[in-house]
């Protein structure tokens, strides 16, 4: 486990607050848009069917909004790494003009000046202004507990009832554990290493890794996602390209593209890029990927929207 539990144990009045922050658009500059506005639950945590979220005042996000589950086991976050430690990965929305566009010490400001908030976070942490470190163990309590490890794959291993996989879903299991599962690694199908797939030949737009490295080997390398719950997360890749799980491995059958970062994984023996699939082969590993769906984790009504107190809340007032 990555994620120091010990240091905020979890607490229900904490989740609690920390889901409440999560759903607040009015932590955003203009009070439209939350966490939860581009990550849903239903969805886990990803924003369904939208390449680029929209951020104030319609902005576009850069890349595609990530799905968010089984955090505390991950080493940095966002798709080049930049952000170390779960509590530090609110920051970087939050305060990105293109997504909440609110300094945190106007964040903090918007919280103290509410009542509300100033008694729930008294009663956890005592009394005194609201501060940073509150603030964000506080949405970490929440984020740290999306947890997705029940879906009907997660019970064919732990031979439970319910977990029995049809024949293409087994062909596509086999598949993927000799094709795919070099990076997609451990439970939680993802190893979290930075790789470059072969999406682009240059890398002017979105460098990935390299925009936090300045390093030209990390030119074109994105996080490894995780695979759980894949068949709900669409669009795919770190800018939404890809609508389908079948345009998606179309990509890595006859679509790889040179360049000099490619991952060695994606270059064959022969010379040929990418990773050889037929057609019925694909259409088994799509059978596989739909098994990883956790449908308990997607409709859990401890992690969907709180029920709004009162039902109009007024925008919370930054402090003159």
């Known amino acids: 486990m990555v994620y120091g ?136 309590q929440f984020t740290a507990a999306l947890t997705s490890a029940n879906s009907r794959y997660d019970k064919y291993v732990r031979h439970e009832v319910g977990g029995v996989l049809t024949a293409p879903e087994l062909r596509g299991r086999a598949l993927f554990t ?38 030209a080997a990390d030119r074109g390398r994105f996080r490894v996602p995780s695979l759980r719950n894949v068949a709900r997360t669409a669009p795919y890749m770190h800018d939404g390209r890809f609508a389908t799980l079948p345009q998606v491995l179309a990509h890595y059958a006859h679509g790889v593209q040179p360049s000099p970062t490619l991952d060695p994984l994606l270059r064959q023996p022969d010379g040929r890029l990418g990773i050889p699939l037929s057609r019925q082969q694909q259409a088994d590993l799509v059978a596989f990927l739909r098994t990883l769906t956790d449908t308990e984790f997607l409709t859990n009504p401890r992690l969907a929207p709180p029920r709004a107190e009162p039902a109009h809340p007024a925008p919370l007032a930054t402090r003159n």
Not at 46 to 67: E, I
Not at 182 to 192: Q, R
């Open 5 to 140: 539990l010990a240091k905020n144990p979890p607490d229900a009045a904490t989740f609690e607050l920390g889901r409440q922050l999560f759903y607040d658009a009015r932590l955003s500059s203009d009070g439209t848009v939350s966490c939860g506005s581009c990550h849903q639950v239903s969805a886990a945590f990803a924003h369904a069917g939208q390449r680029l979220s929209s951020g104030v005042a319609g902005r576009r996000a850069t890349r595609n909004a990530p799905a968010l589950q089984n955090l505390r086991w991950r080493h940095s976050f966002m798709a080049d790494g930049g952000v170390l430690g779960l509590e530090l990965q609110t920051l970087a929305p939050l305060t990105s003009p293109a997504e909440m566009n609110t300094p945190l010490a106007e964040a903090l400001a918007k919280l103290n000046a509410d009542p509300a908030y100033r008694r729930r976070f008294a009663a956890i942490y005592g009394p005194g202004p609201i501060d940073t470190p509150q603030f964000l163990r506080a949405l970490a």
């Open 178 to 215: 000799a094709k795919c599962s070099g990076c997609h690694a451990t439970d939680l199908f993802s190893d979290d290493s930075f790789r470059n797939n072969g999406l682009d030949r240059t890398f002017g737009r979105d460098s990935g890794r390299a925009h936090i490295t300045s390093r």
